[in-house]
């Protein structure tokens, strides 16, 4: 693997990584009234089209990013189902 491919893997990752505090607040406070719930859909549409690129060209950095960002993008998601604004109240 280059040191290009490991960078991007570990940039991937942080990337990925950056929806966990969203997550673990929503869960934490049970609120997600705050949330662009549409934000995280389009994130969720772009992780998934992301991960089948990554598949069709066998990038392993894009893959794992992609599967881990479409993870906790889906928490988000579920969060939001779970203790969502106004609307779902």
Do not use: C, H
């Amino acid at each position: 693997m280059s040191i290009l491919a490991v960078v991007a893997s570990i940039s991937g990752i942080i990337g990925a990584a950056t929806v966990i505090p969203q997550a673990y607040k929503i869960f934490k406070r049970k609120s997600a009234k705050d949330i662009a719930i549409l934000s995280y859909l389009i994130f969720f549409a772009s992780n998934i089209i992301w991960m089948l690129y990554g598949i069709e060209i066998q990038s392993f950095p894009i893959i794992i990013s992609s599967i881990l960002g479409t993870f906790n993008v889906i928490l988000v998601i579920i969060g939001w189902f779970l203790y969502g604004g106004e609307s779902n109240k």
